[in-house]
């Protein structure tokens, strides 16, 4: 499944489900705060791991992201080694 901005995910998810919400920390129309917001509201994101993708390493940045209920924060420029080692552990499985 994807969505070409925040705003599309919370409303496409109830229709398909998914182990993994993988997101832009800095998405078009709703950021990854209103996000969260929102996807609080969906039943069938409950219990779903949620990790961002950011574009900056400011700590600020990142405590406010993982506050939000985001399991994890992969910073860029990341490689495909450094995604795995974030996202596999959300999944239960190991790295």
């Given at each position: ?25 800095d998405m ?32 600020a940045h ?34």
């Amino acid at each position: 499944m994807g969505a070409s901005n925040g705003a599309e995910g919370p409303t496409a998810l109830p229709n398909n489900a998914v182990d993994l919400i993988l997101c832009d920390s800095d998405m078009r129309i709703m950021n990854r705060l209103e996000f969260m917001r929102q996807m609080t509201t969906v039943e069938s994101a409950k219990g779903v791991p949620v990790a961002t993708m950011a574009g900056t390493d400011s700590e600020a940045h990142v405590v406010q992201t993982l506050s939000a209920s985001v399991r994890g924060c992969i910073l860029q420029p990341f490689t495909l080694h450094q995604v795995k080692e974030r996202v596999l552990p959300l999944l239960g499985k190991k790295p």
